[in-house]
């Protein structure tokens, strides 16, 4: 497959999209023929000419797709797909390579070094600085929504392309192991090619769990101590004193095998399972560290203290230190292997971290003592800072189950104790009730009791949180949470089930009205006395933002997320609370996502004192953190944002742009709701128009896409909502409502006051450069046959009423930045998009057919058209970036 149309931006990335482009398309030619390449490329060169906006281009182009027979549809959209991943493995390893070229060097690379001369210039320096860098406290969750559309057998071999590809940016040309490194490359285009890309079997949440594991094997292990040793030098440089040893400014979380909320598969027995198989494999990385450090350590000169501990061996202390390690670390995974499979064992694992780390201690004192500092500050240094990092869990695993799953637990209880109907009660007698519970020496659960499998399945997940596996949970998330009483009732559950270290229980509130009303229910909840003790002045609060957004609209939702993290500080701070908020935030800017650093620096001012807690999910998790050297530029942007929101806070936002936002807000969700619940229609065109229905038939990951059976856009997942718009281009959640909101001051010429809050409010800034991003991967024309091709006659007025909307915000986003064209001052995406554009554009047209072609007869439809219509929404993310 040619790229000859590939990024002008610089030349060596040029050069290794046509490589591996080249090498795609005679993998293709083998197996199917130069006729079959041929009809790939011109429909190719076809869907180039089409983009220039030529009608008659557009319809030799779809005359093209229209006629294609069964046979080659597969083939076909096989061919775009993988062009567009391998494209993608291209730019993203080019992103991180030393030879990119000037044009593509953002500031990431100077972002931490800047920022520490700005610091210097207001007197923050020295030994304070490197505290405060490793006390930034970051923590990313890594979530398994459904979004990751890539197979873990294809992510691996993407990842061996990636590594390949650097290889060969570090060798000259000419060079003799050019030649052997592209044949590497061929065979394994060539392996990708004769793998199915489209799961057959919807994975598991234990495979979910091992998916995450895997970013931390190949990607985070080594990305953290190298981020760190980054950081150090740095501070070094300009006088300040080193990182303490067992610094951990970022840590990392999951959800994989802990997210129960709206998810059956996730079970007691799998929160067990994933507990112990992150045990398993934390001891075997740190196995591999022992190992390679029991051949390097082989000294001889030693502290006295050292040799005190390993006597058997005073000859090599260093080592004996490392055997005994190696011994322990063997049992450790016996031991969880054993434990995973729910077997007991009699073996002798490390089960604190400290076990790990005090010889670790011991020997790195020790060659600092004999003036071996370059020996304790090579690998050894990196395991230190691994365990301080990931320790014996390896990665914390939140729990979170839904509010009313609690309540149906307390109301069984109350039944078979006949103390009344608890879900009937009022909040004040809810929480006397939970009080007196608490307080109570007697046992809560009933010995001789049968509760429903449901019950019983929350109090059983509870047990697993009382065994030495809940060392390894982090938190218990309550979603859905509403009242302190429904804090009350998780603190009082855990307690019953034998959770004695005081679990922080987190509520989450998710929609308009939760996030208006957190605070207030926050106050009342740190007014009672026994919480106070509790919590022991801490609590975390997460904010989400999927359903805020599916809820109220995008426009509405960030502003609400912004007023709540406000009142949430302010009150936690009247109250004598150490806050620390933890933001929900997808992939896709419909659901809260974007650049790190931009949306950390437009959080409320002082809304980062307590550290960052943020979700990371789905393929977002592969693009930036899926290699080592990519890992480490991400990690950095989060340590500089929270560093610099802390120390270098921007100003408060003026009342009279507060004001604005409030009006904006309330005219963007008025506009949503009444398009998205108030439109008769807009359900119906909304399953008419777009694969929402047939998104089922991917095995995405272990959670349904609906969280009730039938019912409207209400019972439909964030995730595949966003999903839907995006492959047919409309990308209706993320500006929905923000089109009329917008629309209102400009037309009473008010815009110099919104172009003055882009300017200078980092909030406002932020959301209009989002809205800018998503707005440019719209497509009106693409939308547009979709319509054609999928709904009726009847609805078509309403995608008409749509596609002028879209118009009408992208005319808003231009005026508001002052521009001619979007992405004016990001020629990066810009051209990014220009190249997929010509790969993604057929898919789109071939998956509205295969969709009409589907819906006709759905008893008669081909394997070929099944697995080409799989195959088109695979590329269409991959072509995208994003899915959900």
């Not at 898919?843 to 006709?856: G, S």
Request: charged content about 25%; some cysteine.
């Amino acid at each position: 497959m040619s790229a000859t149309d590939a990024f002008e931006l610089d030349a060596l990335l040029r050069d290794k999209v046509k490589l591996l482009g080249n090498l795609l398309g005679k993998t293709i030619e083998n197996q199917y023929g130069s006729s079959m390449l041929k009809r790939i490329e011109d429909i190719r060169k076809q869907a180039k000419k089409a983009r220039n906006g030529d009608d008659a281009e557009r319809d030799r182009l779809l005359a093209l797709l229209k006629t294609m027979p069964d046979d080659a549809l597969v083939p076909v959209v096989r061919g775009f797909n993988q062009f567009l991943n391998l494209a993608n493995i291209a730019e993203q390893q080019h992103g991180a390579s030393w030879r990119r070229s000037d044009f593509l060097h953002d500031d990431v690379e100077q972002m931490f070094s800047n920022l520490l001369d700005r610091l210097q210039q207001k007197g923050i320096a020295g030994l304070n600085l490197s505290q405060k860098v490793a006390d930034v406290n970051i923590e990313l969750v890594l979530t398994a929504h459904p979004t990751e559309i890539t197979r873990r057998t294809l992510i691996q071999k993407y990842d061996l392309i990636a590594r390949l590809l650097q290889q060969r940016d570090d060798l000259r040309d000419g060079h003799p192991q050019l030649l052997e490194i592209e044949q590497q490359l061929a065979s394994v285009v060539e392996e990708i090619w004769h793998s199915d890309e489209i799961r057959q079997v919807r994975p598991t949440a234990v495979d979910e769990a091992k998916w995450g594991f895997a970013v931390i094997e190949n990607s985070l292990w080594y990305a953290v101590p190298q981020l760190l040793r980054n950081l150090d030098d740095e501070l070094r440089q300009r006088g300040s004193s080193a990182l303490p040893l067992t610094a951990a400014p970022v840590r990392f979380s999951s959800w994989m095998g802990g997210d129960r909320d709206g998810n059956p598969n996730v079970t007691s027995a799998v929160t067990r399972e994933v507990l112990f198989l992150a045990r398993w494999m934390a001891a075997d990385l740190f196995l591999r560290d022992i190992e390679q450090l029991g051949m390097q350590l082989s000294m001889t000169a030693a502290s006295a203290e050292l040799r005190r501990a390993y006597p058997d061996n005073l000859h090599e202390p260093y080592r004996a230190c490392m055997h005994q390690l190696r011994h322990r670390l063997e049992q450790t995974k016996l031991w969880a292997a054993a434990k995973a499979r729910g077997a007991e064992s009699d073996y002798e694992p490390l089960l604190e971290d400290d076990e790990l780390l005090q010889p670790l201690m011991l020997c790195y004192n020790s060659l600092v003592e004999q003036g071996l500092d370059t020996v304790a500050n090579g690998s050894l240094l990196d395991t230190l800072r691994r365990v301080a990092c990931f320790g014996l869990a390896l990665v914390k695993l939140d729990v979170r189950q839904e509010s009313t799953r609690h309540a149906d637990v307390l109301q069984e209880i109350c039944a078979f104790y006949n103390w009344g109907d608890y879900k009937s009660w009022d909040e004040e007698k809810k929480q006397q009730f939970l009080l007196n519970e608490l307080a109570s020496r007697r046992p809560l659960i009933p010995s001789r009791w049968t509760p429903t499998a449901e019950t019983q399945e929350v109090l059983d997940t509870m047990s697993v949180l009382a065994t030495r596996a809940g060392d390894g949970v982090s938190c218990y998330i309550i979603s859905m949470a509403s009242e302190p009483s429904d804090i009350l009732a998780v603190a009082l559950l855990l307690q019953a089930c034998g959770v004695r270290d005081h679990m922080p229980v987190v509520p989450l509130f998710e929609t308009l009205s939760d996030l208006e009303q957190s605070a207030p229910r926050m106050e009342k909840l740190w007014s009672v006395d026994w919480y106070r003790q509790y919590c022991k002045g801490h609590q975390q609060v997460m904010i989400g933002y999927s359903d805020s957004s599916k809820d109220a609209g995008q426009l509405a939702a960030v502003w609400a997320q912004y007023r709540a993290q406000e009142a949430l500080s302010k009150t936690a701070q009247d109250k004598g609370i150490k806050l620390r908020l933890f933001h929900g935030r997808g992939g896709s800017v419909g659901r809260g996502g974007g650049p790190a650093h931009r949306a950390i620096l437009s959080q409320p001012p002082g809304s980062v004192l307590g550290g960052l807690r943020v979700t990371e999910q789905g393929e977002m998790i592969r693009f930036k953190f899926g290699l080592p050297e990519v890992a480490v530029r991400n990690l950095k942007v989060y340590v500089s944002a929270v560093l610099e929101a802390n120390l270098l806070p921007p100003e408060a936002a003026q009342p009279q742009w507060r004001e604005r936002m409030e009006q904006l807000a309330g005219a963007g969700v008025k506009s949503y709701r009444a398009m998205v619940r108030d439109t008769p229609d807009f359900v119906r065109y909304f399953r008419a128009a777009t694969p929402e229905q047939e998104l089922g038939k991917l095995s995405l990951g272990s959670r349904p896409a609906r969280r009730k059976s039938g019912g409207g856009i209400e019972t439909l997942r964030a995730i595949p909502w966003i999903f839907a718009w995006t492959q047919m281009r409309l990308m209706l959640p993320a500006w929905l409502g923000s089109d009329e909101a917008l629309a209102q001051p400009v037309n009473h010429g008010e815009l110099p006051q919104l172009q003055s809050m882009y300017a200078q409010w980092p909030f406002f800034r932020t959301y209009i450069d989002m809205l800018e991003m998503v707005i440019s991967k719209a497509d009106p024309a693409i939308a547009q046959y979709y319509e054609s091709r999928l709904v009726e006659a009847e609805l078509q007025p309403l995608g008409s009423q749509l596609r002028i909307r879209l118009q009408k915000i992208r005319e808003l986003v231009l005026a508001i930045k002052d521009q001619q064209t979007l992405l004016q001052d990001n020629l990066a995406l810009q051209h990014s998009m220009s190249v997929r554009n010509p790969y993604t554009d057929p898919l789109h047209y071939l998956q509205a057919e295969l969709l009409y072609r589907e819906r006709q007869d759905q008893d008669v439809v081909s394997k070929e058209v099944e697995r080409a219509l799989k195959v088109t929404m695979a590329g269409i993310a991959a072509g995208m970036r994003n899915t959900g």
